[in-house]
């Protein structure tokens, strides 16, 4: 069942005036810790979520050196915990405050990143007593909520936000046609995602320099990896609540892959929360400068309606 936010509404009550307080915590790792920061509002009762980051060097807060500076994680907890809602928001193994954790960071794949999930609800559950973890998975972390939920009977539940519905190669070949300016590199990039979808390398002696990100070398394992998944598929096998959230003006991940996973689980809630973009911000306008803008900047908050939504849901008896 999906419904549109209405933004005049706020699903679940704020919760004191008291500032929440920030923790550093650990999880094991493979060869480190992995590391995070609860953030936990003044009463301990409530639910907790660990909020899974997005692709690449994507940290903690939802940031990323390649000018991602939206903190889009971080004002999610920060929005999460007024109304009551403990989270633990993570850096990826071999990544920034994780960066022990493995001794390269490219040498992984999705079931990796689950395993880590895995690891996070114990310790989790083990600080805080909880008797589960809901997951909370934005954009490729969506896959790994799936990947790691559907086997651990300690998730709550999902909440899945700018999550993919189809195969990662079909995701990414439609962002690369949706931008005119890849015209000259497209033929270049589909070939290259039909041979990783294939479970073949990608010769990239030749390749246009711009594509070298998305298929380099030490990072074509896990692009394999990531390519191999059908959210939806894995979705339909899911028996636990779910929330699908999607942004209006997402220009990353279509509607209709949110549709398509919403078609996927007849348990499934889809909110649809207008005007807002890909990195949860408010974007008022169909320009995708203007949409790309709201990636860098810090002190535009979140769209209305990402918090009141989840709160609203994980307020309802068993997330229904």
């Given at each position: 069942?999906?419904?549109?936010?209405?933004?005049?509404?706020?699903?679940?009550?704020?919760?004191?005036?008291?500032?929440?307080?920030?923790?550093?915590?650990?999880?094991?790792?493979?060869?480190g810790?992995?590391?995070?920061?609860m953030?936990?509002?003044?009463?301990?009762?409530?639910?907790?979520?660990?909020?899974i980051?997005?692709?690449?060097?994507t940290?903690?807060?939802?940031?990323?050196?390649?000018?991602?500076?939206?903190?889009?994680y971080?004002?999610?907890?920060?929005?999460l915990?007024?109304?009551?809602?403990?989270?633990?928001?993570?850096?990826?193994?071999?990544?920034?405050?994780?960066?022990?954790?493995?001794?390269?960071?490219?040498?992984?794949?999705?079931?990796?990143?689950?395993?880590?999930?895995?690891?996070?609800?114990?310790?989790?559950?083990?600080?805080?007593?909880?008797?589960?973890?809901?997951?909370?998975?934005?954009?490729?972390?969506?896959?790994?909520?799936?990947?790691?939920?559907?086997?651990?009977?300690?998730?709550?539940?999902?909440?899945?936000?700018?999550?993919?519905?189809?195969?990662?190669?079909?995701?990414?070949g439609?962002?690369?046609?949706?931008?005119?300016?890849?015209?000259?590199?497209?033929?270049?990039?589909?070939a290259a995602?039909?041979?990783?979808?294939?479970?073949?390398?990608?010769?990239?002696?030749?390749?246009?320099?711009?594509?070298?990100?998305?298929f380099?070398?030490?990072?074509?394992?896990?692009?394999?990896?990531?390519?191999?998944?059908?959210?939806?598929?894995?979705?339909?096998?899911?028996?636990?609540?779910?929330?699908?959230?999607?942004?209006?003006?997402?220009?990353?991940?279509?509607?209709?892959?949110?549709?398509?996973?919403?078609?996927?689980?007849?348990?499934?809630?889809?909110?649809?929360?207008?005007?807002?973009?890909?990195?949860?911000?408010?974007?008022?306008?169909?320009?995708?400068?203007?949409?790309?803008?709201?990636?860098?900047?810090?002190?535009l908050?979140?769209?209305?309606?990402?918090?009141?939504?989840?709160?609203?849901?994980?307020?309802?008896?068993?997330?229904?």
């Amino acid at each position: 069942m999906s419904f549109l936010i209405n933004i005049a509404m706020a699903a679940g009550a704020m919760v004191g005036a008291a500032a929440p307080a920030e923790t550093p915590v650990e999880a094991a790792g493979p060869l480190g810790p992995l590391k995070g920061t609860m953030v936990s509002p003044a009463s301990a009762e409530g639910p907790v979520m660990l909020i899974i980051p997005g692709s690449g060097p994507t940290d903690k807060d939802g940031n990323s050196p390649l000018g991602i500076k939206a903190a889009s994680y971080k004002l999610l907890a920060e929005g999460l915990a007024r109304r009551g809602i403990a989270t633990v928001r993570i850096d990826k193994r071999g990544m920034f405050g994780s960066a022990g954790a493995v001794a390269d960071a490219n040498a992984v794949t999705i079931q990796d990143y689950a395993d880590d999930v895995r690891s996070w609800i114990g310790s989790i559950r083990k600080s805080t007593g909880a008797s589960c973890v809901w997951l909370l998975g934005h954009s490729e972390g969506a896959l790994v909520a799936l990947a790691a939920g559907g086997g651990v009977k300690d998730a709550c539940g999902l909440v899945l936000v700018a999550a993919p519905g189809r195969p990662l190669g079909q995701v990414l070949g439609e962002q690369l046609r949706a931008n005119p300016a890849n015209a000259p590199i497209l033929d270049q990039a589909l070939a290259a995602i039909a041979s990783l979808e294939a479970g073949k390398p990608v010769d990239t002696a030749g390749m246009h320099p711009g594509l070298m990100p998305l298929f380099a070398p030490p990072i074509q394992k896990f692009m394999m990896s990531l390519m191999s998944y059908d959210p939806a598929e894995m979705l339909s096998r899911y028996d636990k609540p779910v929330l699908i959230l999607h942004g209006q003006r997402d220009i990353q991940v279509s509607e209709e892959d949110a549709r398509r996973l919403e078609k996927a689980n007849a348990k499934a809630k889809l909110a649809i929360i207008p005007n807002a973009n890909h990195a949860l911000k408010t974007v008022s306008s169909d320009d995708r400068a203007a949409n790309m803008a709201a990636y860098a900047d810090p002190a535009l908050p979140l769209a209305p309606g990402f918090v009141e939504a989840i709160a609203g849901f994980l307020a309802k008896p068993q997330g229904r």
